[in-house]
């Protein structure tokens, strides 16, 4: 199959490194586009005020790659209409530094608007994310985004686990579906590790920035949120990764135009 893919963590994470590689020794032809420096949280936002920078780039991937100085949905749009030479089979965004799950933080997310542009462009889609313990998420950023033997370990899984399941994904999903499927995979993650069919987790997250400090300044102060979830609801994605599952959780946008 034919992929373009993208991810909301710049195009020198290893996360995304770890994927392209997977795919790439599957036998699929791959097309990278992704950002050049972090853009989480940035949802489905586009540089619509000021030129964005493209740059064929080599990362030993083995495939065309390119940089972009923009959004993830920079990356799509741009990559889609004027980088690459063929028409992709999907969109594949990530694998995500940290979960991306619950109707509070999927909107969010950079990873899931990667793979958000190319479903409105006719795609299927796929976007990937790995939950990490925040002790694990913080020494990654200590240590330079480099992962320990754990989160190696897990990657590897993750990414074997993820080529399994996109070209199986992709086939079963017609074009202009406008369905999304947001995939987050447990910490740890080992290949013997179901995956669970699951809905977006109810999360109320209030108060993500911190009081004005003298300077007139409020910083970010991230919070996992309230989880409201009705008891006898069904599995939520939160819920799946709590129990060490991989949550597929099957957005289909369609559904939110019909009475």
């Known amino acids: 199959m034919k992929f373009l893919v993208t991810n909301d963590d710049s195009l020198d994470c290893v996360f995304l490194h770890v994927l392209v590689r997977a795919l790439h ?3 699929h032809e791959l097309y990278v586009v992704a950002p050049k420096t972090e853009q989480s949280w940035i949802g489905a936002a586009k540089s619509r005020h000021r030129r964005v920078h493209s ?15 923009g959004t993830p949905s ?3 749009n741009i990559g889609l209409a004027h980088l690459l030479p063929v028409k ?3 969109v594949i965004s990530g694998i995500n530094v940290g979960l991306n799950a619950s109707l509070s933080f999927i909107p969010a997310s950079g990873t899931i608007a990667g793979a958000w542009e190319g479903v409105v ?10 939950h990490l313990t925040f002790a694990s998420f913080d020494k990654f950023k200590r240590d330079g985004s480099r992962p320990d033997d754990a989160v190696t370990a897990t990657l590897a899984a993750t990414a074997a686990h993820a080529t399994r399941l996109i070209p199986e994904l992709v086939a079963q999903t017609p074009a202009r579906s406008f369905i999304l499927h947001n995939l987050n995979f447990p910490f740890p993650c080992t290949t013997a590790t179901e995956v669970r069919r699951t809905v977006p987790a109810q999360v109320i997250v209030p108060g993500l920035f911190s009081p004005q400090a003298d300077d007139g300044t409020h910083n970010f102060v991230f919070a996992m949120g ?3 979830d009705p008891p006898a609801g069904p599995l939520t994605d939160r819920a799946a990764l ?13 559904k939110l135009c019909t009475l």
């Not at 740059?55 to 100085?69: E, N, Q």
């Not at 060490?244 to 369609?254: F, M, P, Q, R």
């Open 25 to 27: 020794q599957a036998g």
């Open 55 to 69: 740059t064929s780039t080599d990362r030993g991937f083995g495939c065309p790659t390119w940089m972009v100085d």
């Open 74 to 76: 920079d990356c799509v």
């Open 88 to 90: 992709p089979d999907a």
């Open 121 to 130: 462009h006719g795609l299927p889609a796929i976007a990937l994310s790995q």
């Open 226 to 228: 309230e989880d409201i």
């Open 242 to 254: 709590t129990s060490g599952h991989i949550s597929h959780s099957v957005l289909d946008y369609k």
